[in-house]
């Protein structure tokens, strides 16, 4: 089966908005052992998405569409694949009543507009919306092309998402193939092509399976797919032996959770004090569910005031030793693991630019531990912009602790 | 011109990997006038890849690709491109000397696979990477195909954009158009339809111009476009008395910018305490360069424990009035600005899910806004997911302070 995915939207081609709908639907798709050939985004230019989606209409079996229901002047998907496939709009009955309900619960009344997202094109069946206004699609064998499906999905994506998971999938499953299944590894601290030529005589091994490396500013990915469970199982005890340390986690789990779960497993617990990363290090914690069961919280001291009011530091001796500085990192860390009473404490200063403070270049930075066995520091030179050097050193730092945890006894 | 955008790689349409390059390109071809009529994900596959790569020579005059120039196995964009055109792929000296250099410089031997990145299909030009190994192409009139430019441009999106900003744009202006302009306001507190409606009679008004709307969790952008800068200061000056009050920003700011912005041109300050969103607000605020000129920090008080610590709340007396409810996020926001010394703290509390806790249904948020004129705290009920609800209440946070700093003689 071709699947593709049409996003639409100009704001995809020419704003700072993401497509993430359909890396989430990639995802979903590869747990019926289906995968997208291609994906295209393209603007809420009516020529254009003709032109589009009378291709996908030739090239694919499925093709799924984010985008362009909602009740405003530049959303017309449903109405354009109506025009091209000559099929009318009709009301259904089904989705004004949900959409009043919607609007009800919230104490108020749709406005005119929202009322065309209630027209469904003759011989498709709506798809509910539980949390929005605008209703799916569901069009099989649309007039003059037997065998092909149309999904038309909303492009917010929680309602996407949810449309998906309750009315989409079920439709999809029996036509599934065998499942794919993947191999994720995640590797921490070691650069992309250094793994690649490490691991390149399991690769070559297990040549047959589907293999793919994937870098970010905090982790690398390497990832292997098979529709054999034990293939997969064959793979990961060759690789175990040449990453060793450097494998932080096996499954779904990224840096982050790879930590909290070692943190858990041991009863440990963890603080931080963020000076130039002004919180991001606990909000990646945070984000993950039951992340309060090891990490306590912390100072996101980003002023020589707020080390001072939050930490009990003296201003005039940060002043002395320098706000950039092994010394200054240390002293985070300690107070914040004597403050909060955690197991490990990691303390973040630097310089994430954009330029340079001081003596401080850009890219500085220190990351101190202290942990039960006393405290250690490391110093880095960081490369890319603020965002990167913020990212990059949140990881610096949870690795430094990851390795730390799994050295213990 | 036909510009379209071609990115390379399988974890494009299989993983949680977004594709940002082609956002960021379709932003910068937007100042010269310029803009993608598609942008198409495709795999690292052989098949998939030389197809869409034949159509595109077809359709498009300008083809921007980006990623496969790395050294590892799965990277193979430049040596299809030259299969299919019939060209060889010879050593560039300048480009292996570039390699060399930017190895030595960090004391390492580059790994044997990298020098394929050295190679240049014959008839292109390499592009250098000065923050990077992989070069990219430039290639003008490909064999068979005049008039045709083929633009090769790695993945990683710091070598990407630095590479695009310093070879590709001097060499693309000659064949810009009338640069486009666009006017954006960001509004916050309104939901997109509303806006909409709200927005209606303006935008009939202006109906020649290129309009769209742009909803996100934090925010709501009204974006229009036009050759003609006076349409579009006709256009803002239309829109101010509609929007009032709700206007959070025009320009390239979002909201966190535009908080930012206001407490710096009033000379005052802001510090956080925050539970349940752990960080997020303040790393959102402190992403911004030059935030420390109005954010001085604040205290990611996630657990019980953290909120006695660092703000000297006594645990028996939150135990009792609850750690999700008003009192608790007053008591914290007002903890905070005394123990800060800032002319305003917010203060967040509730539960983000996945589950209730105790009395607090998932989604139940309390904010805190503690100022020179007392403090006022809101409750709320947010939708969504654990990233959903964290997100929405940095922002309902921000968006409080902003209106509360307007609001003000």
């Known amino acids: 089966m071709r699947i593709e995915c049409i996003a639409i939207g100009t704001e995809l081609l020419t704003t700072r908005r993401l497509d993430t709908n359909s890396v989430w639907l990639g995802e979903r798709l590869a747990r019926l052992g289906l995968a997208f050939h291609r994906k295209t985004a393209v603007g809420d230019n009516r020529e254009d998405l003709a032109e589009l989606f009378r291709e996908a209409l030739k090239r694919s079996d499925l093709i799924l569409a984010t985008g362009g229901l909602g009740p405003t002047f530049d959303d017309f998907t449903k109405e354009l694949f109506a025009e091209i496939l000559g099929a009318e709009l009709v009301e259904d009955a089904g989705s004004r009543a949900d959409m009043l309900a919607f609007y009800a619960a919230r104490n108020r009344v749709p406005p005119q507009v929202n009322f065309k997202q209630a027209l469904i094109p003759v011989g498709a069946?709506?798809?509910?919306?539980?949390?929005?206004?605008?209703?799916?699609?569901?069009?099989?064998?649309?007039?003059?092309?037997?065998?092909?499906?149309?999904?038309?999905?909303?492009?917010?994506?929680?309602?996407?998402?949810?449309?998906?998971?309750?009315?989409?999938?079920?439709?999809l499953r029996p036509l599934a193939g065998p499942a794919t299944h993947t191999l994720r590894m995640v590797v921490a601290g070691v650069p992309e092509s250094t793994l690649d030529e490490r691991t390149r005589e399991v690769r070559e091994r297990h040549g047959h399976l589907d293999w793919s490396i994937l870098a970010s500013l905090t982790q690398v990915e390497l990832l292997v797919r098979s529709e054999d469970p034990a293939a997969l199982e064959a793979v990961l005890s060759d690789l175990k032996p040449v990453l060793g340390g450097d494998l932080a986690a096996v499954g779904e789990a990224n840096l982050e959770e790879a930590v909290l779960q070692a943190l858990r497993a041991r009863g440990e617990t963890l603080a931080v004090a963020e000076s130039m990363t002004g919180g991001l290090l606990a909000a990646r914690l945070t984000a993950i569910p039951g992340a309060s069961q090891a990490f306590l919280g912390g100072a996101t001291v980003y002023t020589l005031g707020a080390k001072a009011a939050l930490l009990d530091l003296d201003p005039a001796w940060l002043g002395r030793v320098g706000t950039v500085s092994e010394v200054c990192a240390t002293a985070l860390a300690e107070a914040t693991r004597q403050r909060l009473g955690a197991t490990w404490a990691l303390g973040l200063c630097g310089n994430a630019g954009p330029e340079a403070e001081g003596e401080a270049p850009v890219g500085a930075v220190f990351i101190a531990l202290a942990g039960p066995e006393g405290t250690q520091v490391r110093a880095l030179r960081l490369a890319g912009d603020r965002g990167d050097i913020q990212l990059r050193s949140a990881a610096a730092a949870l690795d430094n602790l990851r390795r730390s945890i799994i050295a213990r006894p």
Chains 1, 2 share one sequence.
């Open 125 to 171: 069946e709506p798809l509910r919306n539980p949390v929005g206004t605008a209703p799916g699609v569901w069009w099989e064998d649309p007039p003059g092309h037997p065998g092909v499906r149309i999904v038309l999905l909303p492009g917010v994506p929680r309602e996407m998402k949810r449309m998906w998971e309750e009315q989409v999938e079920p439709r």
